[in-house]
């Protein structure tokens, strides 16, 4: 009979369970490592999508429509490959042509993807998305500044919200005018309002007094007094 090594196991038996899970376990990691690699050196693309802005002008106007654009910038430290800006309009408008972007519709929803020219964004680049609208109910539509009711909304970069020129500002309500000085008020301590200068009230001159004033009258001319007789 031959011999058969110590560390092999005998003809017909099953090799050691140890054995049989340490192949697959081996396998999947081989598999998973070029993965865990490309997540690594390009540190995930979600956190670059979100460096991106998008900024709403309106560039035209006119009775039966207007033009504006979207300027998309990588505020990033990395290079955002594809971009994708979506947003509604109102009823009664639409988007007649669009240009540096491929335009799809869904209803009043738009949206707008890159071009394979300009997919990529580098860090402080930017690009213009530009499009049409066209108003189906021009009999009244606003072409004033500075409301604009049948502007884009709900605008999102990459499914994150962008800047929205619905979205109220803060403005800053007109200072209330300071009330005017009473007649003759003067300044109060603590107070920011000068006094105010009031002339000196000249007295009365001084009138003569109510009760007559005694004088002697001067002896009158007539006939001479004749000395009585002594």
Request: proline fraction near 13%; aromatic fraction near 4%.
């Amino acid at each position: 009979m031959g011999s058969h090594g110590a560390g092999g196991p005998e003809p017909g038996t099953a090799r050691p369970r140890w054995e049989r899970i340490r192949r697959p376990l081996a396998s999947v990691a081989l598999a998973a490592l070029p993965a865990a690699l490309i997540v690594a050196l390009s540190g995930g693309t979600s956190s670059h999508h979100s460096a991106l802005s998008a900024d709403y002008v309106r560039t035209g106007s006119w009775p039966t429509g207007y033009s504006g654009q979207y300027v998309l910038r990588n505020d990033g430290a990395h290079t955002v490959e594809g971009w994708t800006l979506r947003f509604d309009l109102p009823q009664g408008t639409r988007v007649a042509n669009a240009w540096n972007g491929r335009l799809d519709r869904a209803g009043t929803k738009y949206t707008l993807r890159n071009e394979n020219w300009n997919k990529a964004l580098r860090p402080g680049e930017s690009i213009v998305v530009g499009f049409e609208v066209r108003r189906e109910d021009p009999v009244g539509a606003p072409a004033t500044e500075p409301a604009h009711p049948d502007s884009p909304l709900a605008c999102t970069i990459n499914d994150k919200p962008c800047q929205d020129p619905a979205r109220p500002t803060a403005t800053r309500s007109p200072r209330a005018s300071e009330p005017a000085p009473a007649t003759g008020s003067v300044g109060v301590p603590g107070s920011t309002r000068a006094p105010e200068r009031r002339s000196p009230t000249p007295s009365a001159p001084p009138t003569a007094s109510s009760s007559p004033t005694r004088v002697d009258a001067p002896p009158t001319s007539g006939a001479p007094t004749t000395p009585a007789p002594g």
